[in-house]
């Protein structure tokens, strides 16, 4: 994973990442514009968007890579997780983290490297 060839794809996996999750975050505004949803749910909808966005950007990685897939499931989802962390501050959410960050964090970390061990054996 150390040369060139390898950052391309890692990146193409990332941005694909943030779009399915500009398009899922879409639908859901949508349908919260419609109808009352309570804090468990949005909790549950936030986890489930961010296991399919660094999903999708992992698989989509390691078939251009098709290597070290558990490794690249681990840094697209680490760079994820981070740009999805700094665009919560810069939104005025704060340098905090909580319980349920954390748990995002680790349960992305490890999508993402599940993730990439199955797309490099699909």
């Known amino acids: 994973m150390g ?12 941005v694909r990442s943030f779009f399915l999750t500009l398009g899922l975050l879409l639908i859901y505004a949508v349908i919260t514009s419609f109808t009352d949803t309570n804090a468990k749910f949005d909790s549950v909808y936030k986890v489930v968007i961010t296991a399919l966005g660094v999903m999708y950007g992992t698989m989509y990685a390691v078939k251009k890579i098709n290597k070290k897939g558990w490794l690249v499931g681990l840094v697209v989802a680490l760079i994820y997780m981070i740009i999805i962390y700094l665009v919560s501050v810069l939104n005025g959410r704060g340098f905090a983290l909580t319980n349920f960050s954390i748990l995002r964090i680790v349960l992305a970390l ?5 993730s990439g061990m199955l797309g490099v054996n699909i």
């Open 3 to 14: 040369d060139n060839s390898s950052i391309m794809p890692i990146g193409e996996g990332i």
């Open 110 to 114: 490890g999508v993402g490297t599940l």
